[in-house]
Antibody, heavy 118, light 108 residues
Framework: QMQLQQSGPGLVKPSETLSLTCAVS????????WSWFRQSPGKGLEWIGY???????GYNPSLESRLTISRETPNSQFSLILTSMTTADTALYFC????????????WGQGTLVTVSS | EIVLTQSPGTLSLSPGERATLSCRAS???????LAWYQQKPGQAPRLLIY???NRAYGIPDRFSGGGSGTEFTLTISRLEYEDFAIYYC?????????FGQGTKVEIK
């Protein structure tokens, strides 16, 4: 059973960069797809992107120009970097993963509430 | 972008009753790329059903999924108290992957 522990700031200033990390405990980190989602009252649940076992990434086109998802296999963790944050990026961010799919996710982190405000 | 429309918005039922939730897609979705989640307040979503009709590991058999093309359903055969929550469908046939707006199942 995989466990995901998220870390990162809860408050980001407009125009700054958000960096979130998800530490994974459990076997076969390198064989899983790892994803990020977010949830806000206005937009509901939103897919951000994923990174595959091969290291290739897939991003939501609406975020792609500002987004990087990467992983550190030796440390069993993966990260999200989102630049040029605006108030529209205020949301509850989740990391998630699945062994068999880049789409759905069986394992989820606890969520990080990120507020964009000066 | 594929828009998923869930209905009804809220379902008021009693424990022991049957719940039928609908997810309609604006374009055809592959059965293998349709999932259902349950979410309770303050918690992350929980994967219930993947590939339209396959229960995720540990999900009770009172949960079942069906449908194809643009019409999918989630059925809870007999509601237990722990089933009162919000349910979301999700597609990943076309990028961006999208979610429905959710159906809230509340105690009548």
């Amino acid at each position: 059973q995989m466990q995901l522990q998220q870390s990162g700031p809860g408050l980001v200033k407009p125009s700054e960069t958000l960096s979130l990390t998800c530490a994974v405990s459990g076997d076969f980190f390198s064989r899983h797809y790892w994803s990020w989602f977010r949830q806000s009252p206005g937009k509901g649940l939103e897919w951000i992107g994923y990174i595959s076992p091969s290291g290739s990434a897939g991003y939501n086109p609406s975020l792609e120009s500002r987004l990087t998802i990467s992983r550190e296999t030796p440390n069993s963790q993966f990260s999200l970097i989102l630049t040029s944050m605006t108030t529209a990026d205020t949301a509850l961010y989740f990391c998630a993963g699945d062994r068999n799919s880049y789409g759905h996710a069986k394992y989820w982190g606890q969520g990080t509430l990120v507020t964009v405000s000066s | 972008e594929i828009v998923l429309t869930q209905s009804p918005g809220t379902l008021s039922l009693s424990p022991g009753e049957r719940a039928t939730l609908s997810c309609r897609a604006s374009q055809s979705v592959s059965r293998s790329e349709l999932a259902w989640y349950q979410q309770k307040p303050g918690q992350a979503p929980r994967l219930l059903i993947y590939a339209a009709s396959n229960r995720a590991y540990g999900i009770p058999d009172r949960f079942s999924g069906g449908g194809s093309g643009t019409e999918f359903t989630l059925t809870i055969s007999r509601l237990e108290y722990e089933d009162f929550a919000i349910y979301y469908c999700q597609q990943f046939t076309n990028s961006p992957w999208t979610f429905g707006q959710g159906t809230k199942v509340e105690i009548k």
